[in-house]
């Protein structure tokens, strides 16, 4: 079983359309849990860390369910600019980062 | 501040060559990383650091040496360049917030290409 899986997409949305991702990780001991932003030919960028009791930033919503090793990111109101790769990273240890390969989301107008 | 740096954007070498991929950061992180991406398999790790003189292997170590001689810079070594290490490489650099590694941010990447 892959560490951290993502569908890689693409996810078609309109602009305005409300958008779910998920990723799901399989080391029960993980303890930090964020998304990244990767534009194409770019480095990747912290979106937002998730916490247990879920967060929100925006039009951004992350969430995370241990008991199912499960993490989202709703994006709602999608903008053309939300186009992008985004990529489900986990911690475990102190600084063991595992990346998913990412989803690809495409906004079109 | 410049964030990281890397250098150089882009290289293509020969098989067999050797090369150096430099980083640095001025955000006086003590934590730094090398990655590769390719297609289809996401960011992997190589090596990484806790701090100067300090570095251990990652996922996908071997063809590559790695040294911290100061908190700054942090290169990455391509011993006998072979075609497989076709890539784009990301140094990644991170506060550490007690024993956990905080949020990495990521140089612009360096385009490599091994003929």
């Known amino acids: 079983r892959k560490e951290v899986e993502q569908d890689p997409g693409p996810f078609n949305v309109p602009e305005g359309a409300t958008v779910a991702f998920n990723c799901t990780y399989s080391?029960?001991?993980?303890?930090?849990f964020f998304w990244y932003r990767q534009d194409c030919r770019k480095e990747p960028k912290l979106l937002m860390s998730v916490y247990s009791s879920g967060n929100e930033d925006g039009r951004f919503t992350a969430q995370l369910n241990r008991a199912s090793q499960y993490i989202s990111l709703l994006i709602r109101d999608s903008k053309l600019s939300d186009s992008a790769t985004y990529l489900c990273?986990?911690?475990?240890?102190?600084?063991?980062?595992?990346f998913g390969k990412g989803t690809m989301l495409l906004v079109s107008p | 501040n410049a964030g990281v740096t890397q250098t150089p954007k882009f290289q293509v070498l020969k098989t067999g060559q050797s090369m150096t991929l430099q980083c640095a950061q001025d955000m006086n992180h003590e934590y730094m990383s090398w990655y590769r991406q390719d297609p289809g398999m996401g960011l992997r790790l190589i090596h990484y650091?806790?701090?100067?003189?300090?570095?251990d292997q990652g996922e996908v170590p071997n063809g590559y040496n790695v040294s911290r001689s100061t908190t700054e810079d942090f290169p990455l070594r391509l011993l006998s360049a072979a075609p497989s290490q076709t890539s784009v490489y990301f140094c990644?650099?991170?506060?550490?917030?007690?024993?956990?590694?905080?949020?990495?941010?990521f140089g612009p990447g360096t385009r490599l290409t091994v003929l």
């Open positions: 650091s806790v701090g100067a003189g300090i570095t």
């Open positions: 990273v986990v911690l475990s240890g102190y600084s063991t980062l595992t």
């Open positions: 080391n029960s001991a993980s303890q930090s």
């Open positions: 990644a650099s991170s506060s550490m917030t007690g024993k956990s590694t905080d949020t990495q941010y």
